[in-house]
Protein backbone atom coordinates (compact mmCIF):
# COMPACT_ATOMS: atom_id res chain seq x y z
CA UNK A 1 0.00 0.00 0.00
CA UNK A 2 1.68 3.23 -0.85
CA UNK A 3 2.06 6.07 1.70
CA UNK A 4 0.34 8.77 -0.37
CA UNK A 5 -3.09 7.58 -2.06
CA UNK A 6 -3.25 10.63 -3.85
CA UNK A 7 0.35 11.60 -5.45
CA UNK A 8 -0.89 14.37 -7.67
CA UNK A 9 -3.20 15.70 -4.69
CA UNK A 10 -0.15 15.63 -2.29
CA UNK A 11 2.44 17.32 -4.99
CA UNK A 12 -0.04 20.27 -5.55
CA UNK A 13 -0.77 20.91 -1.56
CA UNK A 14 2.83 20.35 -0.91
CA UNK A 15 3.42 23.16 -3.22
CA UNK A 16 1.58 25.23 -1.48
CA UNK A 17 2.69 24.06 2.07
CA UNK A 18 6.21 25.13 0.86
CA UNK A 19 5.64 28.68 -0.45
CA UNK A 20 3.69 29.64 3.28
CA UNK A 21 6.87 27.70 5.08
CA UNK A 22 9.33 29.77 2.61
CA UNK A 23 7.11 32.76 3.67
CA UNK A 24 7.82 32.37 7.05
CA UNK A 25 11.35 31.98 6.76
CA UNK A 26 11.78 35.05 4.65
CA UNK A 27 10.00 37.13 7.71
CA UNK A 28 12.25 36.21 10.41
CA UNK A 29 14.18 39.04 12.13
CA UNK A 30 17.72 39.31 12.63
CA UNK A 31 18.80 39.76 15.91
CA UNK A 32 21.32 41.99 17.66
CA UNK A 33 24.34 39.88 19.91
CA UNK A 34 24.85 42.94 22.22
CA UNK A 35 21.57 41.67 23.60
CA UNK A 36 23.40 38.94 25.14
CA UNK A 37 25.63 38.39 27.91
CA UNK A 38 28.82 36.26 27.90
CA UNK A 39 27.69 34.51 31.86
CA UNK A 40 24.85 33.00 29.83
CA UNK A 41 25.44 32.82 26.62
CA UNK A 42 27.57 30.05 24.27
CA UNK A 43 28.25 29.59 20.71
CA UNK A 44 28.37 26.24 19.44
CA UNK A 45 29.99 25.71 16.04
CA UNK A 46 28.96 21.96 14.91
CA UNK A 47 31.13 20.19 12.14
CA UNK A 48 32.93 22.97 10.16
CA UNK A 49 35.72 20.61 9.73
CA UNK A 50 37.86 19.69 6.85
CA UNK A 51 35.90 16.40 5.97
CA UNK A 52 32.43 18.33 5.19
CA UNK A 53 33.88 21.88 4.01
CA UNK A 54 36.76 20.71 2.08
CA UNK A 55 38.02 17.38 1.51
CA UNK A 56 36.55 14.14 1.17
CA UNK A 57 33.54 11.93 -0.11
CA UNK A 58 31.55 14.29 1.87
CA UNK A 59 32.54 17.86 1.17
CA UNK A 60 30.49 20.21 0.31
CA UNK A 61 30.95 23.57 -1.49
CA UNK A 62 27.54 25.28 0.53
CA UNK A 63 29.48 24.05 3.75
CA UNK A 64 32.34 25.61 2.72
CA UNK A 65 31.12 29.13 1.89
CA UNK A 66 29.82 29.13 5.36
CA UNK A 67 32.80 29.79 7.39
CA UNK A 68 32.98 33.77 6.57
CA UNK A 69 30.05 34.36 8.84
CA UNK A 70 30.82 31.87 11.36
CA UNK A 71 34.49 33.48 11.70
CA UNK A 72 32.87 36.78 11.49
CA UNK A 73 30.50 35.30 14.42
CA UNK A 74 33.30 33.82 16.56
CA UNK A 75 35.24 37.31 16.70
CA UNK A 76 32.03 38.43 18.27
CA UNK A 77 31.83 36.57 21.09
CA UNK A 78 35.46 36.65 21.31
CA UNK A 79 34.18 40.21 21.95
CA UNK A 80 31.27 40.02 24.22
CA UNK A 81 33.13 36.84 26.46
CA UNK A 82 31.00 34.79 25.55
CA UNK A 83 32.28 31.11 25.55
CA UNK A 84 32.35 28.94 22.41
CA UNK A 85 32.19 25.03 21.58
CA UNK A 86 33.52 23.23 18.61
CA UNK A 87 31.76 20.05 18.04
CA UNK A 88 34.16 18.33 15.39
CA UNK A 89 33.02 14.44 13.95
CA UNK A 90 35.49 12.32 14.68
CA UNK A 91 35.21 8.34 14.31
CA UNK A 92 37.60 5.26 14.22
CA UNK A 93 37.51 3.12 11.15
CA UNK A 94 34.62 0.52 12.49
CA UNK A 95 32.46 3.44 13.12
CA UNK A 96 28.84 2.19 13.37
CA UNK A 97 27.38 5.08 11.84
CA UNK A 98 29.10 4.16 7.95
CA UNK A 99 26.47 1.61 8.22
CA UNK A 100 24.76 5.21 7.10
CA UNK A 101 27.11 7.17 5.62
CA UNK A 102 30.47 6.55 3.82
CA UNK A 103 33.52 6.12 5.51
CA UNK A 104 34.72 9.70 6.57
CA UNK A 105 36.32 12.10 9.60
CA UNK A 106 38.59 9.50 10.88
CA UNK A 107 40.10 10.27 14.32
CA UNK A 108 43.79 11.50 13.25
CA UNK A 109 42.93 12.77 9.55
CA UNK A 110 43.02 16.22 8.32
CA UNK A 111 39.10 15.45 7.93
CA UNK A 112 38.43 15.47 11.41
CA UNK A 113 39.95 18.51 12.04
CA UNK A 114 38.13 22.73 12.02
CA UNK A 115 38.85 24.68 9.34
CA UNK A 116 42.23 26.58 9.21
CA UNK A 117 39.95 29.85 9.46
CA UNK A 118 38.26 28.65 12.60
CA UNK A 119 41.29 27.01 14.28
CA UNK A 120 43.31 29.55 14.42
CA UNK A 121 40.26 31.81 16.07
CA UNK A 122 41.38 29.48 19.12
CA UNK A 123 39.59 29.93 22.77
CA UNK A 124 37.33 26.98 22.26
CA UNK A 125 36.45 23.53 23.96
CA UNK A 126 36.86 21.22 21.13
CA UNK A 127 34.65 18.43 21.54
CA UNK A 128 35.07 15.30 19.01
CA UNK A 129 31.69 13.42 18.50
CA UNK A 130 30.80 9.84 17.30
CA UNK A 131 27.41 10.65 16.09
CA UNK A 132 25.38 12.75 13.86
CA UNK A 133 23.83 14.60 17.29
CA UNK A 134 26.37 16.24 19.69
CA UNK A 135 24.22 16.21 22.54
CA UNK A 136 24.53 13.19 23.48
CA UNK A 137 28.50 13.35 23.40
CA UNK A 138 29.50 12.87 27.43
CA UNK A 139 31.67 15.94 27.33
CA UNK A 140 28.91 17.61 26.43
CA UNK A 141 26.64 16.21 28.95
CA UNK A 142 28.87 17.24 31.66
CA UNK A 143 29.47 20.87 30.66
CA UNK A 144 25.79 21.78 30.33
CA UNK A 145 25.78 20.25 34.25
CA UNK A 146 28.71 22.12 35.36
CA UNK A 147 27.14 25.70 33.10
CA UNK A 148 23.47 25.89 34.35
CA UNK A 149 23.96 29.12 34.22
CA UNK A 150 23.83 29.21 30.45
CA UNK A 151 20.38 29.11 28.90
CA UNK A 152 21.14 31.53 25.68
CA UNK A 153 22.56 28.76 22.71
CA UNK A 154 23.77 30.12 19.45
CA UNK A 155 24.18 26.96 17.15
CA UNK A 156 26.24 27.13 13.59
CA UNK A 157 27.25 24.92 11.10
CA UNK A 158 26.31 21.98 9.18
CA UNK A 159 24.56 20.25 8.13
CA UNK A 160 20.71 21.75 8.86
CA UNK A 161 18.92 18.76 8.34
CA UNK A 162 21.36 16.14 9.80
CA UNK A 163 23.94 17.47 12.83
CA UNK A 164 21.78 20.94 13.50
CA UNK A 165 18.45 19.99 13.91
CA UNK A 166 19.34 17.00 15.92
CA UNK A 167 21.38 18.90 18.29
CA UNK A 168 19.28 22.10 18.34
CA UNK A 169 15.96 20.20 18.69
CA UNK A 170 17.50 17.15 22.04
CA UNK A 171 19.02 21.01 23.57
CA UNK A 172 15.26 22.35 23.41
CA UNK A 173 13.95 19.51 24.45
CA UNK A 174 16.01 19.19 27.40
CA UNK A 175 15.51 22.40 29.02
CA UNK A 176 11.60 21.56 28.45
CA UNK A 177 12.04 18.43 30.10
CA UNK A 178 13.46 20.40 33.17
CA UNK A 179 11.00 23.19 32.52
CA UNK A 180 13.73 25.88 32.17
CA UNK A 181 13.47 28.50 29.55
CA UNK A 182 15.86 28.47 27.03
CA UNK A 183 16.92 30.14 23.98
CA UNK A 184 18.54 28.30 21.50
CA UNK A 185 19.08 29.94 18.30
CA UNK A 186 19.94 29.21 15.00
CA UNK A 187 20.70 31.75 12.06
CA UNK A 188 20.05 30.27 9.13
CA UNK A 189 22.30 32.48 7.30
CA UNK A 190 25.40 30.52 9.52
CA UNK A 191 23.97 26.95 8.46
CA UNK A 192 23.84 24.84 5.33
CA UNK A 193 23.20 21.28 4.38
CA UNK A 194 24.50 19.08 1.11
CA UNK A 195 23.53 18.44 -2.40
CA UNK A 196 23.63 15.05 -3.24
CA UNK A 197 21.13 12.98 -5.86
CA UNK A 198 17.74 13.20 -3.87
CA UNK A 199 19.07 15.01 -0.68
CA UNK A 200 18.45 18.44 -2.68
CA UNK A 201 19.76 21.22 0.27
CA UNK A 202 17.34 23.77 -0.43
CA UNK A 203 14.32 21.44 -0.01
CA UNK A 204 16.46 19.52 2.78
CA UNK A 205 17.62 22.86 4.13
CA UNK A 206 14.02 24.40 4.53
CA UNK A 207 11.58 21.86 6.08
CA UNK A 208 14.94 21.13 8.87
CA UNK A 209 14.63 24.90 9.74
CA UNK A 210 10.75 24.08 9.78
CA UNK A 211 11.04 21.75 11.93
CA UNK A 212 13.44 23.31 14.32
CA UNK A 213 11.12 26.42 14.45
CA UNK A 214 7.55 24.30 15.43
CA UNK A 215 9.92 22.70 17.75
CA UNK A 216 10.71 25.94 19.51
CA UNK A 217 14.12 26.44 18.82
CA UNK A 218 14.40 30.66 17.28
CA UNK A 219 15.52 30.52 13.84
CA UNK A 220 16.59 34.09 13.05
CA UNK A 221 17.87 35.96 9.81
CA UNK A 222 20.79 36.20 11.28
CA UNK A 223 22.91 37.91 14.31
CA UNK A 224 24.36 41.65 14.00
Given amino acids: MAIIKNPQEFLEKSKDILNDIMDTIDKLPAI ?5 HGENTVFIIVD ?3 GFAREGVLKSERVEALIPEILRLSK ?3 KSGITKIAFADNHTDDSIEFEAYPSHCITGTSESELVAE ?6 YLLIPKNSTNGFLENAFQKWIRQNEEVTNFIVVGDCTDICIEQFSKSLKAYFNLNNRKSRVIVPLNAVDTYDLETHYADLMDIMALYSMIIN ?4 VKGIN
Fill in 216 to 219: GVEV
Fill in 118 to 123: LKEAND
Fill in 76 to 78: LCD
Fill in 48 to 50: MIN
Fill in 32 to 36: NLEDF
